[in-house]
């Protein structure tokens, strides 16, 4: 009866820790994401005064890094915990997908001069 008691808090801690994990990473990826709309903001701003060419360029990327941004933050809101194999598989994935988006918008914010 004992071990059974044990092994129950045990399995009920380790779901906690779980639930707090992803709720913890929730909160991450919403200050990355509200991080990300403030940049696309920063970047319509910079490129308001743009020759015609060159702006249209920079809008079709912006508009293709502000839905990509948006899907992550829709993927987020969906998950839902289904176990600790697929919370991890979910991260893995999901972080890579972020990591994409940082780099474009690391390579957007530098021009090419000439």
Do not use: P
């Not at 839902?80 to 994409?100: L, P, R, Y």
């Amino acid at each position: 009866k004992v071990n059974v008691t044990e092994a129950e808090n045990e399995l009920e801690q380790a779901n906690e820790e779980y639930q707090a994990e992803i709720e913890n990473y929730r909160m991450e990826t919403a200050t990355k994401i509200s991080n990300n709309e403030i940049l696309i903001a920063d970047f319509k701003k910079e490129i308001a005064n743009d020759k015609k060419v060159t702006k249209a360029k920079s809008e079709k990327k912006i508009a293709e890094l502000e839905q990509k941004n948006k899907e992550l933050k829709q993927k987020m809101d969906n998950y839902k915990a289904e176990g600790k194999d697929q919370w991890t598989t979910f991260k893995t994935e999901f972080n890579h997908d972020m990591d994409e988006l940082n780099k474009a918008f690391k390579d957007l914010g530098v021009k090419n001069v000439k």
